[in-house]
């Protein structure tokens, strides 16, 4: 059974899409574990991604589909969007875990976007957003977005974007663009090609 992502910037609606994937089409949802406050290890971050990947693994043996709420990868894409040193030690621990098949890429990312004034009014009602995003946060916040266009045009066959404009036409989408057998999820030509665009993206945005 088919292994989805579903990504995009924070309060564009991931969490209430995959809900809607949960309880009108049956889907396993691995929640997300991303760390957003401050003094969590970002190593530790990355570790507990990759158990949430084995998660996903063990969840598509008795599921029709399962879905990735957040990316895996999301510690590594908020080091570039940070420029931080952290990034590189990151990209180690998930390729040893590809090489390991502890990790691996989902059959399907979808990518949620939305308009910013939709995005600003999700902020609003959303006490995380509330409580804990500053001006820095909301900057990191779009160049999350902007990553996950990059990423998008860079490999279309494995992405699909989608507005995220209402959680019962968006599931129906996603249901409907599900990807077909057979996988390739430890393919490691694909984890140097995300590895060679975030150094690259890190080195023109320093």
């Not at 589909?65 to 931080?84: H, K, Y």
């Not at 939709?118 to 977005?145: G, L």
């Not at 036409?169 to 057979?182: H, K, M």
Request: net charge positive.
């Amino acid at each position: 059974m088919p292994i989805i992502c579903i990504a995009g910037a924070d309060a564009v609606g991931k969490t209430t899409v995959c809900a809607e994937l949960q309880y009108t089409y049956g889907a396993w949802v691995v929640p997300d574990t991303t760390a957003k406050i401050a003094g969590v290890p970002v190593i530790q971050d990355a570790v507990n991604q990759i158990s949430r990947w084995q998660q996903a693994v063990e969840a598509e043996k008795k599921n029709p589909f399962v879905v990735l709420d957040g990316d895996i990868f999301a510690p590594a894409v908020r080091a570039w969007c940070m420029n931080s040193q952290e990034l590189q030690p990151l990209l180690e621990v998930y390729r040893d875990a590809f090489l390991q098949k502890r990790s691996g890429f989902p059959d399907k990312l979808f990518r949620l976007f939305a308009k910013e004034r939709t995005m600003k009014s999700r902020r609003k009602k959303s006490t995380h957003w509330r409580m804990n995003m500053n001006q820095a946060e909301t900057e990191i916040n779009d160049n999350v977005r902007s990553f996950y266009d990059n990423y998008s045009a860079a490999l279309p066959e494995k992405t699909h974007a989608l507005a995220a404009r209402d959680e019962t036409e968006t599931a129906r989408a996603i249901v409907a663009a599900l990807p077909q057998a057979p996988w390739n999820r430890y393919d490691m030509g694909e984890f140097h090609q995300l590895k060679t665009r975030l150094h690259k993206s890190s080195n023109t945005r320093t």
